[in-house]
């Protein structure tokens, strides 16, 4: 019996700020699971900015693909009974088949499913190991993060907080900043549209920062280096708002003379960095979700249609906290 | 007995690139040493670009200072016999007086004179420890250095060298390009002005580059992110393209982006980060010196008066190796 199924591929990869237009849906047909085989329809699939880097290696056609929880609905192969829930890479599409090997069992007693694709996964880890490892913050120090509503921005200023430190935040709209306060509880939070960075950090940290979470790139690095303390220290998670710079490349930060007095260190680092520590965070996340330390939000749109517009929404601030597309019920 | 001697201080800080004027000489009348004080005579002062970030903090009329190598000419500190020589942070005037507490004594048959604020001094810890420690250079490695004739950079490429490495140096002339490749050894070298970086980065490493020395800034950064290797390290030692920016900014390179996904670090320190190294570096820089592996450039000008000619000259390439001024005999 085959299975109809929408899977989302790369039509034009973009140049700049990606549209719709970029993206087609296509029908596929599944057969049955072959000899070992598994089938598994998703239910959740992230889209998140390191995506977009990707997109310049790819060419008109390709598959696109990223996080995504499933539920295996046939199974030929002796290791996963139908029924159980995985993560998998096999996002943009509602089905896929398998032989397993790509597949991680969730335990879904830990935290809600769709959490796996943020807070206690990818979002959560990249928050978790570019303060504590990357950014070497210490017990008690002053934090800014950038895009601190987002998925790892805000869990980053939570565990600063949970730590004893100081939290400031900066966010593209007033509600995204009241957020900040009032739900995820900074310490400080400033709408960067409308306020002057280092006016603000020097507001809320007169004595400066310790550590400044780079997601955004651009004039916000400036005045962290500016209002920044000696040994400070810039783990660079993303730069959003150089991702669309296909054609113009935006210029970095002009006071980049500011590490050597001050000693700063500047570290880029991807996820995948952490993986040792993977245990160890889902211990602690785990925990400070069950005991409501740590607050989350998700923005789910519904159906693979919606995918496109969920990923270009990453780029305008349509999301509050992490991004994600339902595919089907859990 | 009155001693005349003369100083130069600061007229007026510069706006910009440094210019004569903001200099003046005065004359000075010192007495006799008092009790347990010591007289003078300096006779080499070193001018240095980090002297430019300094001068952003004076005020006109502010006296100058630096390091510099004297005779004590007169003595009234048992610790201190006439004759001895000692380095001291009074440079930019012929003598002064001391209680002896800011000297520190040199033997001179180590090395000669000249060379304790040089390579055997401020410059050489900044290039020993600013690759070995902040850039954690590796035997084998690549190495690019900018400004490599420099009093740091030629010392930098030489290291990278002893060590078993590939050392790439761009300098401003083609004079300078040549010295790099005949008489420090280096494996690669070329003109920034006339040659583009990162087309001689990659003739030179295809496989790209592990440790980028920065001491310019501007577009060189650039190419060294773009062709660096994963786990890549920029140690910042100075930036001196952006010292006379004080109007408006130069901005920095538009692809800091490349840290992430190569796993980066830029990092910036002043020698003082190697004080604790000192001895270990004296014993194995002394030791090169005299096996012949390691070779320096000095440039000299003549008489206190040179000396703000001398500071202009590190911005404009006057200098081939460590530039001094010489006060008076040896």
Chains 1, 2 share one sequence.
């Not at 997109?55 to 929880?69: Q, S, V």
């Not at 290791?79 to 398998?98: D, I, K």
């Not at 959560?124 to 895009?147: H, I, N, P, Q, R």
């Amino acid at each position: 019996m085959t299975i109809q199924s929408n899977a989302i591929y790369l039509k034009q990869p973009p140049q700049g700020m990606p549209t719709t237009n970029n993206f087609e849906v296509r029908q596929e047909q599944l057969d049955d699971p072959g000899k070992n085989q598994v089938l598994i329809e998703n239910i959740y699939m992230s889209v998140d900015p390191y995506m977009r880097g990707r997109m310049r290696f790819m060419n008109p056609g390709d598959r696109l693909f990223g996080g995504a929880i499933g539920r295996i609905t046939a199974s030929r192969n002796k290791a996963f009974a139908e029924g159980t829930l995985v993560l998998n890479q096999n996002s943009w599409r509602e089905h896929f088949l398998s032989d397993g090997s790509d597949l991680q069992v969730i335990d879904a007693d830990l935290a809600p499913l769709s959490s796996f694709l943020g807070i206690m996964g990818m979002p959560g880890l990249t928050a978790w190991g570019g303060l504590l490892k990357t950014g070497e913050y210490k017990e008690g120090e002053t934090l800014f993060v950038s895009a601190a509503s987002g998925a790892v921005g805000s869990v980053v200023g939570q565990i600063a907080r949970i730590k004893g430190g100081i939290a400031i935040g900066s966010a593209g709209s007033d509600q995204k900043v009241n957020q900040l306060i009032n739900e995820y509880g900074f310490s400080h939070a400033f709408n960067y549209k409308t306020q002057d960075p280092l006016t603000e950090l020097r507001k809320a940290a007169p004595e400066g920062i310790d550590v400044y979470f780079e997601n955004v790139g651009g004039l916000q690095m400036e005045a962290a280096l500016t209002h920044m303390r000696v040994f400070g220290r810039i783990p660079i998670c993303g730069m959003i708002a150089h991702y669309n710079d296909d054609g113009i490349a935006t210029p970095g930060p002009r006071n980049l003379t500011e590490t050597i007095y001050k000693f700063i260190t500047l570290r880029g680092f991807v996820v995948s960095a952490f993986e040792e520590y993977r245990a160890q965070f889902q211990a602690e996340m785990g925990e400070w979700i069950r005991s409501g330390k740590i607050k989350y939000q998700e923005t789910i749109l519904d159906g693979i249609d919606k995918a496109p517009e969920a990923f270009i929404g990453l780029f305008n601030g349509a999301n509050q906290g992490k991004m994600l597309v339902k595919l089907s019920q859990e």
